[in-house]
């Protein structure tokens, strides 16, 4: 950000203020994080701050400071709507276009609320007064970090926020194994520990505490892995029958499209899950190397995100996206092979 826009944010924060802060629908430990985290910081600077997700998310990420008090758009909307519509400050955190928050993005739109846009995803709209937008950064959540650092309020990082902003940074890195893990995110993370997240606490809450009926899903997703070596790509479905026979709940499926990308060869990996509430089927993309699957998703599957990870979404039934996705495949072989 410029400094002229972080002497007006600075200016904009000296006084209390009523502030929402908003992840994108289905929140990661990125979004949820980055949220938590800014929502401690504002905190201290007494401002009335609330946390306001367009739905649920993974109970392993409910264990953050203060995450009970996140309220739920879906479940909890004449009370979202009233905070959205009376809001001095409305931050936009973890996601670059308003449509990414689902039902909310008509409250959201006409609130008259000062927007502040803290995004690492590509093209972002311009909707916000003022927008950090850095896509080389691993996360929000290290942005959220650089944020606080550039209001010259580091010292204010406490036990609270550290660890949602460790759990954001290491969800997002592929626990620091992703090229966007740089030197300096590993200087952040060690300075986050200094402040009071317990590293290995978080992990064991995020990664380490699994359900039979998860396993049994995971193991259900692998039966169901097909790898196209002509294309170096994987990919794995899974019906809503079968997410039904294993109990599915709310981040169950979270990180499976990774084994498929863990194979040999492999440069491209995909996972198909259908959901026959909201009629689509969701889509996520992983790649290795400088193989977009953010242009691939943006081009064929209405979503976005990295150049290693993307998201999108098909309206076709489950056996026609696997259709499309393996049809586009040779027109990206080129680009496949070059990997």
């Known amino acids: 950000m410029k400094n002229e826009e972080i002497s007006n944010i600075k200016q904009l924060l000296s006084t209390e203020k009523k502030i929402v802060i908003v992840p994108h629908k289905n929140p990661d430990g990125d979004a949820i994080g980055s949220t938590l985290g800014l929502y401690h910081y504002l905190l201290k600077s007494n401002h009335q701050v609330h946390v306001i997700a367009p739905n649920?998310?993974?109970?392993?990420?409910?264990?953050?400071?203060?995450?009970?008090?996140?309220?739920?758009?879906?479940?909890?909307?004449?009370?979202?709507?009233?905070?959205?519509?009376?809001?001095?400050?409305?931050?936009?955190?973890?996601?670059?276009?308003?449509n990414r928050t689902g039902n909310m993005e008509t409250a959201l739109a006409e609130s008259?609320?000062?927007?502040?846009?803290?995004?690492?995803?590509?093209?972002?709209?311009?909707?916000?007064?003022?927008?950090?937008?850095?896509?080389?950064?691993?996360?929000?959540?290290?942005?959220?970090?650089?944020?606080?650092?550039?209001?010259?309020?580091?010292?204010?990082?406490?036990?609270?926020?550290?660890?949602?902003?460790?759990?954001?940074?290491?969800?997002?890195?592929?626990?620091?194994?992703?090229?966007?893990?740089?030197?300096?995110?590993?200087?952040?993370?060690?300075?986050?520990?200094?402040k009071g997240a317990k590293n290995s606490d978080i992990h064991n809450n995020i990664y380490d505490t699994n359900s039979y009926h998860r396993l049994q899903l995971l193991g259900c997703a692998l039966t169901n892995l097909k790898v196209?070596?002509?294309?170096?790509?994987?990919?794995?479905?899974?019906?809503?029958?079968?997410?039904?026979k294993y109990?599915?709940?709310?981040?169950?499926?979270?990180?499976?499209?990774?084994?498929?990308?863990?194979?040999?060869?492999?440069?491209?990996?995909?996972?198909?899950?259908?959901?026959?509430?909201e009629g689509i089927i969701k889509i996520s993309l992983r790649s290795k190397g400088e193989f977009s699957v953010n242009d691939m998703s943006r081009t064929h599957f209405n979503g976005g995100g990295h150049i290693n990870a993307a998201g999108g979404r098909s309206e076709l039934s489950l056996s026609k996206t696997v259709e499309k996705f393996i049809s586009i495949l040779p027109s990206y072989n080129k680009a496949l092979n070059n990997e």
């Open 56 to 98: 649920d998310y993974p109970h392993f990420l409910k264990w953050m400071p203060d995450e009970n008090k996140v309220l739920k758009y879906d479940t909890q909307k004449a009370e979202s709507d009233e905070l959205i519509s009376n809001a001095d400050i409305i931050f936009t955190l973890d996601f670059n276009a308003l």
């Open 112 to 194: 008259s609320g000062i927007k502040i846009m803290i995004d690492h995803h590509q093209a972002p709209e311009d909707y916000a007064l003022y927008t950090y937008s850095d896509v080389s950064m691993s996360s929000t959540c290290e942005m959220v970090y650089h944020f606080i650092d550039m209001l010259g309020d580091k010292n204010l990082i406490d036990a609270n926020i550290a660890p949602c902003l460790y759990a954001g940074i290491m969800t997002d890195t592929g626990s620091f194994r992703f090229p966007s893990t740089t030197s300096h995110t590993h200087r952040i993370i060690a300075e986050l520990i200094d």
């Open 228 to 244: 196209l070596p002509e294309h170096r790509t994987a990919f794995i479905t899974l019906s809503q029958d079968e997410l039904n």
């Open 247 to 277: 109990n599915y709940k709310k981040g169950d499926t979270e990180g499976i499209v990774n084994y498929g990308l863990s194979l040999e060869n492999i440069v491209l990996a995909a996972i198909f899950i259908e959901d026959k509430q």
